[in-house]
């Protein structure tokens, strides 16, 4: 992450400015009793995002360059002029870290791109642009890219087009193309979501991740809307011998000064159904465009098995009414299992077993809402291996039991005995199991009622949250995990937690748990 503090693994502690990120965040899309009913300040209100033009006019923005802007039925259009010169509309304001989203709809073969961080510098604009570069014809599809306009050209794909990044980047291109190709109702209309965050900037495609950069250049500046120099025999060869690019809901969310990178930066909503469970396992278009994806629909067995087979669970799982359910066997015990290793043959992935996802994930963003019955041990693992076997709680092979992974621990601290169990906590909800405790004060709700579980890994850096709120951090493979690791019972496993990629997992650990509103998205590598 661009600007991270110093450390192996840290703690949160400026919990102030992680909750009011958060409270931001969640205001995006809470209606405002529900924005009360989960506290929020009074001071988020849901118009955090900007409008960057009113739909009527150009106010706010200065052209530069010779084509023609104008404003028809609340669409921005931008028309080609034949000549040398690129032409921008820029903002008259200038921005610092934001969450940038724009539609757009572009002529072929026009090329255009929304400039971010830009500055103005001898009668030319410069800076990182977005690329809205859809030219079929020429075999390029390079939108989402990123371009450093007047200065060092393409940084990413940087290895041309016939490089091993251009030609994948061409071929995700044309993917996504294909995509809108069929989806009628949006009659051609893409959207790009952009993260500008210090010296790094990030792009989505119509929700697939596209560009992203590191780049120490200017990190304020205005915006612009590009349209591409064309010359006179590519423009009287179009239709009416025009070319244009048309722009949309283009609108800004300028991130608070505690955002620590692309994971914070998420306009995440996890209180969004917290409540009534209005919307529950469906997309909002914000996230659509933010490239999150459902892991669960909130009706059938796609995209999950078991943890030791192939098909999904015959038993222990159920799904009815949106709420996926892992319950307590038959012959469940009167009292939660004492350990976490499987002591008796009912505790630990004894009933149903753990489900797994069939995809694999290296760099992401996981999200899941849960709901704790009391006395409930239940578990979210990442990087799961399910090709090595389980462990007991001593680390020693055991015959059944839970996958192995990294796990966000779901506990109900206050009933189930392994809360005290461990050191420090680091059995409690929200810790890294066995490994870290959460931070004190974690912002738990009551058993019985719903919360969210939010979990960022890039590279090596790994966060938890707990609705809403960051409650440990740690980086996988540092001298001090690799510390934590040989003092937890995972000591006897190689490598533990360093994988480079590996499954989601929700877990059955003979207790009643509820799970809804399971997603990911995907995120460019630290």
């Given at each position: 992450m661009a600007r991270r503090r110093s450390g192996t693994f840290r703690q949160a502690t400026a919990l102030a400015t992680i909750a009011a990120l958060a409270s931001v965040a969640l205001a995006l899309a809470t209606p405002p009793a529900l924005a009360q009913a989960v506290g929020l300040d009074d001071s988020f209100a849901p118009s955090a995002w900007s409008d960057l033009f009113d739909h009527r006019s150009l106010k706010g923005w200065v052209k530069r360059g010779p084509a023609k802007f104008e404003v028809v039925d609340g669409v921005l259009?931008?028309?080609?002029?034949?000549?040398?010169?690129?032409?921008?509309?820029?903002?008259?304001?200038?921005?610092?870290?934001?969450?940038?989203?724009v539609e757009f709809r572009c002529d072929a073969p026009l090329n255009s791109g929304v400039q971010v961080h830009s500055e103005f510098v001898a009668g030319r604009v410069q800076g990182h642009q977005v690329e809205i570069d859809a030219d079929g014809a020429r075999g390029r599809l390079w939108s989402g890219g990123i371009y450093d306009e007047g200065r060092k050209g393409w940084l990413d794909p940087a290895d041309g087009e016939k490089g091993a990044r251009g030609v994948a980047f061409s071929e995700q291109g044309r993917t996504i193309a294909n995509a809108l190709a069929e989806a009628r109702k949006?009659?051609?209309?893409?959207?790009?979501?952009?993260?500008?965050?210090?010296?790094?900037?990030?792009?989505?495609?119509?929700?697939?991740?596209?560009?992203?950069?590191?780049?120490?250049?200017?990190?304020?500046?205005?915006?612009?809307?590009?349209?591409?120099?064309?010359?006179?025999?590519?423009?009287?060869?179009?239709?009416?011998?025009?070319?244009?690019?048309?722009?949309?809901?283009?609108?800004?969310?300028?991130?608070?000064?505690?955002a620590t990178g692309i994971g914070d930066s998420d306009a995440t909503q996890d209180a969004r159904v917290a409540v009534d469970g209005s919307g529950a396992n469906r997309l909002t278009d914000e996230e659509t465009r933010a490239g999150w994806r459902l892991l669960w629909d909130g009706a059938n067995e796609t995209g999950w098995r078991s943890a030791t087979g192939e098909t999904f669970p015959k038993r222990g799982w159920t799904m009815r009414d949106g709420v996926l359910t892992v319950g307590a066997p038959p012959a469940a015990p009167a009292k939660p299992s004492p350990t976490k290793a499987g002591?008796?043959?009912?505790?630990?992935?004894?009933?149903?077993?753990?489900?797994?996802?069939?995809?694999?994930?290296?760099?992401?963003?996981?999200?899941?809402?849960?709901?704790?019955?009391?006395?409930?041990?239940?578990?979210?693992?990442?990087?799961?291996?399910?090709?090595?076997?389980?462990?007991?709680?001593?680390?020693?092979?055991?015959?059944?039991?839970?996958?192995?992974?990294?796990?966000?621990?779901?506990?109900?601290?206050?009933?189930?005995?392994?809360?005290?169990?461990?050191?420090?906590?680091?059995?409690?909800?929200?810790?890294?199991?066995?490994?870290?405790?959460?931070?004190?004060?974690?912002?738990?709700?009551?058993?019985?009622?719903?919360n969210t579980a939010r979990i960022v890994a890039r590279g090596a850096h790994v966060e938890h949250w707990l609705n809403g709120t960051r409650v440990l951090e740690y980086d996988r493979g540092s001298d001090a995990f690799r510390t934590l690791v040989q003092q937890s019972k995972y000591?006897?496993?190689p490598h533990f937690g360093e994988w480079r990629d590996g499954h989601v997992l929700l877990q059955e650990h003979g207790s009643e748990v509820s799970f809804r509103n399971v997603m990911i998205r995907r995120l460019p590598p630290d």
């Open positions: 259009i931008g028309h080609a002029v034949a000549g040398e010169t690129n032409s921008f509309l820029c903002t008259e304001a200038s921005y610092d870290d934001f969450v940038l989203e949006r009659e051609g209309w893409s959207w790009l979501h952009v993260v500008a965050h210090g010296s790094e900037l990030t792009a989505w495609l119509d929700g697939e991740l596209r560009g992203h950069v590191r780049d120490a250049a200017a990190e304020h500046g205005f915006l612009a809307l590009q349209v591409h120099a064309v010359d006179a025999k590519t423009l009287r060869a179009a239709p009416k011998e025009e070319l244009a690019v048309r722009f949309r809901n283009v609108r800004i969310l300028p991130l608070p000064s505690g002591a008796t043959p009912t505790s630990e992935s004894a009933a149903g077993g753990d489900l797994l996802t069939r995809d694999r994930f290296s760099d992401f963003e996981l999200r899941v809402d849960f709901r704790l019955t009391p006395g409930a041990n239940s578990g979210i693992k990442y990087f799961v291996q399910p090709d090595l076997h389980p462990i007991t709680a001593s680390g020693e092979p055991a015959a059944t039991g839970s996958a192995i992974g990294c796990e966000f621990q779901l506990l109900d601290d206050a009933l189930h005995p392994d809360a005290k169990l461990g050191r420090d906590g680091n059995r409690t909800l929200a810790a890294l199991y066995d490994l870290i405790p959460p931070a004190p004060g974690k912002p738990s709700r009551p058993i019985g009622t719903w000591k006897n496993l």
